[in-house]
């Protein structure tokens, strides 16, 4: 089993900053791809960040605003929201794709941290 935990979600006033983080731990080989994806109430839940060994994407809506980054020696994945608007609010997902110590492969979620922005 892969668990993901997330934390630093919040509320915080439109224009403000929120830092996520997500911790992987359990029985892990390697970490390939790790992600952060958003569901809004009513809405389909959507990519907001990826980011695998060597490169980084960001949906349209959040390029230039926020800033996703991995420690590859903690497994760990941050989200650095910033310029934080009332549409960003969401309830915030972190994803893991890899291989586990059984050579499987496995494909974890968190259980999602609430984002709140305020006009």
């Known amino acids: 089993q892969v668990q993901l935990v997330e934390s630093g979600g919040g509320l915080v006033q439109a224009g403000g900053s929120l830092r996520l983080s997500c911790a992987a731990s359990?029985?892990?080989?390697?970490?390939?791809?790790m992600a952060w994806y958003r569901q809004a109430p009513g809405k389909q839940r959507e990519l907001v960040a990826s980011i695998t060994r060597g490169s980084t994407n960001y949906a349209a809506s959040v390029k230039g605003r926020f800033i996703i980054t991995r420690d590859n020696a903690k497994n760990t994945v941050s989200l650095q929201m910033n310029s934080l608007k009332p549409d960003d609010t969401a309830v915030y997902y972190c994803d893991a794709v890899g291989q586990r110590r059984n050579l499987r492969g496995y494909d974890s979620w968190g259980q999602g941290t609430q984002v709140t922005v305020s006009s």
């Open positions: 359990g029985s892990i080989l390697r970490i390939n791809d």
